[in-house]
Structures are given as C-alpha cells and as structure tokens.
C-alpha cells in the first residue's frame, strides 16, 4: 500500500484508502502499465487485509490457525510483484 501511495506522491496525486485494486486501477487510469496479473497479486492482496490483522475476524480461533506457511510465502512473491511494479514506476 505504501509503495502504490509513494507512485501517487512522485506523480503528484492523492492515493487514498487501503485497497490495493482501487489504487492500482487508479494508477492504470493515469497511463501506467497495469498487467492483469499485477490486478490478480493486488486482489489476493486485499483479501488478506482484515483476516490477517484482526484477531476476532473469524469465529473461533487466532489468524494464525487459518494460514500455512505457503500462504504468506505465496503474499511475500505478490507484494514483491507490486514493490517491483512501483520501484520502475518511481524510476
């Protein structure tokens, strides 16, 4: 979120919110190449936001009882996918 955020600052603009889909459609509307698959890193992203973070997200049972190592080694290659997307971006 903070690296799509600092393409905004670079470019003058305003990134608000936390979504990573909305941000980076954002930055697609501004002309930059947005692949699909860097879409897809964002969305799978953004569904790891509030169960991740809350422990009362689910009914029973701590976060960490609903994700296996894979998982967060799967989120670590996407958000590198997007901190690879906004370190060209932000030349």
């Known amino acids: 979120e ?6 905004y600052d670079r470019r003058h603009l305003e990134g608000r919110g936390h979504i990573l889909i909305a941000l980076i459609e954002g930055l697609a509307d501004q002309g930059l190449a947005v692949t699909e698959a860097l879409r897809d890193a964002c969305r ?13 997200c689910f009914d029973a049972g701590a976060p960490g009882q ?19 997307f906004c370190r060209q971006a932000l030349g």
Do not use: H
């Open 44 to 56: 799978k992203l953004d569904r790891l936001y509030i169960p991740t973070r809350y422990p009362n």
């Open 66 to 84: 609903f994700f296996a190592r894979s998982d967060a080694e799967e989120a670590i290659a996407l958000a590198r996918r997007v901190l690879e």
């Open 2 to 7: 903070k690296t799509l955020k600092a393409v």
